[in-house]
């Protein structure tokens, strides 16, 4: 079994910084993309960004140069800083991870639990 659990959510004014950090347990043979997705109220989740397994990174305009993806391949963890927060990126975060897993052969997707993160005065 594979857990991933996000910790790292909050209130935060705007401009202000929050890092979301996701840490991935079990059975894990490897690792391949892992990424940070987000839904807000009323709305679809989207890709936030991604990380591949070599470091490859993709991001939404909307955080590009505000946010900064990064993993950490021996911990089997992605962490996300987000700086200069604005309202619109409030909503609840979900870490997502293509996983091997011991048991069985072929990679698949598993999501965290989510983080919420509000940004407000």
């Known amino acids: 079994q594979v857990q991933l659990v996000e910790s790292g959510g909050g209130l935060v004014q705007p401009g202000g910084s929050l890092r979301l950090s996701c840490a991935a347990s079990g059975s894990i043979f490897s690792i391949n993309a892992m990424g940070w997705y987000r839904q807000a109220p009323g709305k679809q989740r989207e890709l936030v960004a991604s990380?591949?397994?070599?470091?490859?990174?993709n991001y939404a305009d909307s955080v590009k140069g505000r946010f900064t993806i990064s993993r950490a391949n021996a911990k089997n963890t992605v962490s996300l800083q987000m700086n200069s927060l604005k309202p619109e990126d409030t909503a609840v975060y979900y870490c997502?991870?293509?996983?091997?897993?011991?048991?069985?052969?072929?990679?698949?997707?598993?999501w965290g639990q989510g983080t919420q993160v509000t940004v407000s005065s």
């Open positions: 997502n991870a293509d996983i091997t897993t011991a048991v069985f052969p072929r990679s698949q997707g598993y």
């Open positions: 990380i591949t397994s070599g470091g490859n990174t």
